[in-house]
């Protein structure tokens, strides 16, 4: 079974870092597309970042240059490290498994709420 | 990047009644990489439509995908009480892009 568990969200004043965790399990992180989208409260769905099977990683323009995405294969577990944080950053993050062919997103974790406020 | 526009905002609807969400493309969207999300409060979106049409895993024949170009519809045949949610459409063109979402309430 496919299961996605967030982790690592919290309250961090502007300015400051946070590292988000996704463990995965019933997959290989390393031979699929993965992703984080993340939800401002009451809000719709916005892309964050994806890394490819072949490491090549890609971000939305509101984030480019603050976050980076990365992977752990020994524990089959992706990252976002998030730097120089706003308040237009809190969100609820989701790590999601992208379907390949389709470039959908086919399983979403639970979710990992990030406040950034002073 | 491509911008979708989701309509109506919100549609009220009733159990029985059959809904109909459009979302609209700013430029051509391929068909492939055309997915719906339903998401309730509090829950993680979950994938009903990929490809623009074909429904995902346990995705009841209910829900349905058409369209093509820059014009895609979700309809859901016959409302039961539990698809009262949010939906959203996303493409993937040069980037991933999500529509701003249908709030489908109960009348």
């Known amino acids: 079974e496919v299961q996605l568990v967030e982790s690592g969200g919290g309250l961090v004043q502007p300015g400051g870092s946070l590292r988000l965790s996704c463990a995965a399990s019933g997959f290989t992180v390393s031979s699929n597309y993965m992703s984080w989208v993340r939800q401002a409260p009451g809000k719709g769905l916005e892309w964050v970042s994806v890394i490819y099977s072949g490491g090549t990683p890609y971000y939305a323009n509101s984030v480019k240059g603050r976050f980076t995405i990365s992977r752990d294969n020994s524990k089959n577990t992706l990252y976002l490290q998030m730097n120089n944080l706003r308040a237009e950053d809190t969100a609820v993050y989701y790590c999601?498994?992208?379907?390949?062919?389709?470039?959908?997103?086919?399983?979403w974790g639970q979710g990992t709420l990030a406040t950034v406020s002073s | 990047e491509i911008v979708l526009t989701q309509s109506p905002g919100t549609l009220s609807l009733s159990p029985g009644e059959r809904a109909t969400l459009s979302c609209r493309a700013s430029?051509?969207?391929?068909?492939?990489?055309l997915a719906w999300y339903q998401q309730k409060p509090g829950q993680a979106p979950r994938l009903l439509i990929y490809g623009a049409s074909s429904r995902a895993t346990g995705i009841p024949d209910r829900f349905s995908g058409s369209g093509s170009g820059t014009d895609f519809t979700l309809t859901i045949s016959t409302l039961e009480p539990e698809d009262f949610a949010v939906y959203y459409c996303?493409?993937?063109?040069?980037?991933?892009?999500f529509g701003q979402g249908t709030k489908l309430e109960i009348k």
């Open positions: 430029q051509s969207v391929s068909s492939t990489y």
């Open positions: 999601a498994r992208i379907m390949q062919q389709w470039l959908v997103f086919d399983y």
């Open positions: 996303q493409q993937y063109g040069s980037s991933y892009t």
